[in-house]
């Protein structure tokens, strides 16, 4: 086998006598065809009246058929030899169409092939028997095939990729194991078997892409920024340039999102990454961090002016009226700057710096660009750092609950659990909720926050009955600014619905100085206790105490703050406010249950005095979901 065969044109020519001859299978069918002709020929000659001329030329073209058919004959016969050496294996392979296989005698040429080899080359059957393997090869790949196919009859395996050209036009790689078909110790052709690698290769493009891009802007994401970031930091200390990094965040996108829909949403944050290109230059870097948030690093600065100036320009861009469907739209963006000038920070410690400096402006009134500055205030720049990262906690779900039981005075059972919120922050640990909370209602992230609490704990809860635990209602903190809202009623019935818990399980805390004004107290006391929770008010006698809201309000139960119960043994006066707190709750109807139970004596001076309920550490601190399960069995009455 020379590589001359291997040479031939992309595609071979197949004249229509030739494709007709080709599909000449039927051995009864040429032989019938082959008389047919014969006698007409003799005929002829008989016939004396024709011109000899005429005669001579019908046998001419006659003869020239019969070589043709009798090539065709040879070459199929010859396939049903070979392949009869190894009929047994060659038909259990052919049966197999999930693997493309075609066997190839020693001058390769395509004697048999199964249906998989179809489907990859595009051919059909008849026009892929008996010609050449290489002519549906690419030009370049020829090579490559000629030698696994020389190595193969040499009696060696040999595996490797080559291209083709499917029928319909469209680039195809193949990897092709080509094995020997060896008879009586001699070689007689070769199995090739082909594995079709675009489709893997696509996925593989595909999934880097995910892992590197942003599917909405084409933009890189975080991880990619975060490489590159880190590239740039290393090169510029080692070559003493200065570096700046942009967080940018369009001011009030939610908005447009509400307004619009979150497909113009989506348009809009397409066109802000196509106006990087207008003030970016190509060594600058742009990247979609999350949401509406953006990073821009800018290489090779020659002072933190020259970052700042960048900063405004990519403000200005984006102040210009973007168009949606028609619609013109306009907006602003707010960004926060910060250089390696100290030449100490790491990439993590740049964006949360930049971060910041993002949050100064926003509190500033936004659409401006600030550069971070060290001579912000410790307690500053730590208060700025919590407060954004829990943004960021809401948004990536680091928020857990834990639940505190609550038991039965007389009893000793569990009979409730109340849900805390905690942040489990992925680098700083678990953050206690003093150091949050204020902060979550300083920002107003505290509704995000208690929206999450409600529909977790009744999520939670259900799961627990689901499971064949007793059940029991859980109490949930309402913080003012989610009691204000006029649609709490609808919302905590959405949150019933959704996750299927029954209202009787849901216990809603309020506090005293929620109770100020009586005509929306009212009004949504009612609402709430119409959709059939209950209703507690939490830290009683700590707040705006009013015995008019206890009589007129419909309220199940009394909290007895912590601070009169932890002293009501050595202070006469907190035992006598604990004591005339659950007597005149009785008179009117209400349980009480006391809050920071951790001594023996405490549980015996409650129990004295009829208290209905407690919580505290003399039982169990707050704990996981998990540790609940668990002593519910053993303490549910």
């Avoid at 710096?353 to 993002?358: E, I, V």
């Avoid at 922050?425 to 979550?440: K, N, T, V, Y």
Wanted: net charge negative; proline share 4%.
């Amino acid at each position: 086998m020379t590589k001359r065969t291997f040479g031939r044109p992309d595609r071979p020519p197949r004249n229509a006598l030739t494709q007709w001859l080709s599909k000449l299978w039927n051995p009864w069918l040429q032989g019938g065809l082959l008389l047919i002709i014969v006698g007409v020929w003799a005929a002829a000659m008989i016939v004396t009246a024709i011109p000899s001329l005429f005669i001579w030329l019908a046998s001419f073209l006659t003869m020239i058929f019969l070589l043709g058919s009798f090539a065709v004959m040879i070459r199929q016969s010859k396939a049903v030899s070979t392949l009869s050496y190894h009929k047994p294996m060659v038909e259990a392979l052919l049966r197999s169409e999930a693997v493309p296989l075609a066997i190839i005698d020693p001058q390769g040429v395509i004697m048999e092939l199964n249906e998989g080899a179809e489907r990859t080359f595009g051919y059909e059957r008849a026009e892929l028997m008996g010609n050449w393997l290489a002519s549906f090869v690419d030009a370049g790949s020829r090579d490559a095939l000629h030698t696994m196919l020389e190595h193969s009859l040499n009696g060696c395996p040999k595996q490797g990729n080559i291209h083709i050209i499917h029928r319909s036009g469209y680039p195809l790689e193949l990897h092709l194991v080509c094995a020997p078909m060896v008879q009586d110790e001699k070689v007689i052709g070769t199995l090739v078997v082909s594995h079709d690698l675009s489709d893997r290769k696509r996925n593989v493009e595909r999934i880097r892409y995910m892992a590197y891009y942003d599917d909405r802007t084409g933009l890189p994401n975080r991880t990619l920024f975060q490489m590159r970031l880190n590239e740039s930091l290393a090169f510029a200390h080692d070559h003493n340039q200065l570096v700046g990094l942009c967080y940018m965040d369009l001011d009030r996108f939610k908005l447009v999102n509400a307004s619009f829909g979150r497909e113009f949403g989506d348009m809009l944050l397409m066109q802000v990454a196509e106006r990087f290109t207008s003030v970016m230059s190509e060594q600058d870097f742009a990247a979609r961090m999350e949401g509406d948030e953006f990073a821009l690093l800018f290489k090779d600065l020659e002072s933190e002016e020259q970052l700042l100036s960048r900063a405004r320009m990519v403000l200005q861009a984006i102040e210009e009226p973007f168009e949606l469907k028609g619609f013109p739209i306009q907006i602003t963006a707010s960004i926060g700057a910060v250089t390696n000038r100290l030449g100490e920070d790491d990439d993590y410690a740049l964006l949360n710096k930049a971060d910041m400096a993002l949050m100064k402006v926003k509190q500033n009134g936004r659409n401006d660009a600030l550069l971070y500055s060290e001579s912000w205030s410790n307690y500053s720049f730590e208060h700025l750092s919590l407060q954004h990262e829990m943004y960021r906690a809401i948004q990536r779900k680091e928020f857990i609950l834990y639940y505190q039981p609550q038991y039965d005075m007389i009893s000793g059972g569990m009979i409730g659990v109340e849900a805390l919120v905690r942040w489990k922050h992925p680098i700083r640990g678990m953050i206690p909720p003093g150091d949050f909370i204020p902060l979550a209602e300083e920002s107003g992230m505290i509704v995000q926050i208690g929206d999450w609490v409600l529909e977790e704990a009744c999520r939670q809860n259900k799961c627990w009955q689901e499971s064949g635990l007793p059940p029991m209602p859980v109490s949930v903190n309402l913080s003012i600014r989610q009691f204000v809202q006029h649609d709490l009623a609808s919302k905590v019935a959405d949150v019933l619905t959704r996750t299927g818990l029954d209202s009787q399980y849901l216990d809603l805390e309020i506090t005293e100085s929620m109770t100020m004004d009586v005509n929306h107290v009212s009004r949504c006391l009612l609402d709430l206790t119409a959709l059939g929770v209950g209703i507690s008010i939490d830290d009683f006698g700590t707040g705006y105490s009013s015995f008019h809201y206890l009589k007129n309000f419909p309220i199940d139960r009394l909290k007895i703050d912590r601070s009169f119960v932890r002293d009501i043994q050595q202070d006469p006066s907190d035992a006598e406010i604990v004591a005339a707190i659950i007597a005149m709750a009785h008179n009117l109807n209400i349980q009480v249950i006391a809050e920071g139970v951790e001594t023996q004596e405490q549980i015996e001076f409650l129990r004295k005095h009829n208290c209905d309920e407690m919580q505290g550490y003399f039982w169990s601190a707050p704990v996981p979901s998990d540790n609940i399960e668990q002593m519910l069995g053993g303490y549910y009455m």
